[in-house]
Nanobody
Framework: QVHLVESGGGLVQAGGSLRLSCAAS?????????MAWFRQAPGEEREFVAA????????DYADSVKGRFTISRDNAKNTVYLQMNSLKPEDTAVYYC?????????????????WGQGTQVTVSS
């Protein structure tokens, strides 16, 4: 069982930056888990944002955030990060961290068994 807790959300003006963190705990090895960020805006379906492989060598990004967001991980701290720059109002959503040992498609939400409670990101225009 993996317990995920997100932090770092908040209110920011368009063009600003935020860094989200996701801390993992549980009786397992964090460095065996692929990690991802998804987001869900009001009235919308949950969508993929970014993912990173267990060792950090492979990353994947949604086209809408490529070049603006960076996912990274610190396996010594059991933490994954999402650096968000040049934020836009359309980035407003609840951001969720997800984890799983075996992921066939990083962009597919149902490949992930473990989810955090989410952190709100609001970007004002």
């Amino acid at each position: 069982q993996v317990h995920l807790v997100e932090s770092g959300g908040g209110l920011v003006q368009a063009g600003g930056s935020l860094r989200l963190s996701c801390a993992a705990s549980g009786p397992t090895s964090f460095d065996t888990y692929a990690m991802a960020w998804f987001r869900q805006a009001p009235g919308e379906e949950r969508e993929f944002v970014a993912a990173i492989s267990w060792g950090g060598a492979v990353t994947d990004y949604a086209d809408s955030v490529k070049g603006r967001f960076t996912i990274s991980r610190d396996n010594a701290k059991n933490t994954v990060y999402l650096q968000m720059n040049s934020l836009k109002p359309e980035d407003t959503a609840v951001y969720y961290c997800a984890a799983d040992v075996s992921v066939s498609d990083y962009r597919r939400s149902y490949d992930y068994d473990y989810w955090g409670q989410g952190t709100q990101v609001t970007v004002s225009s």
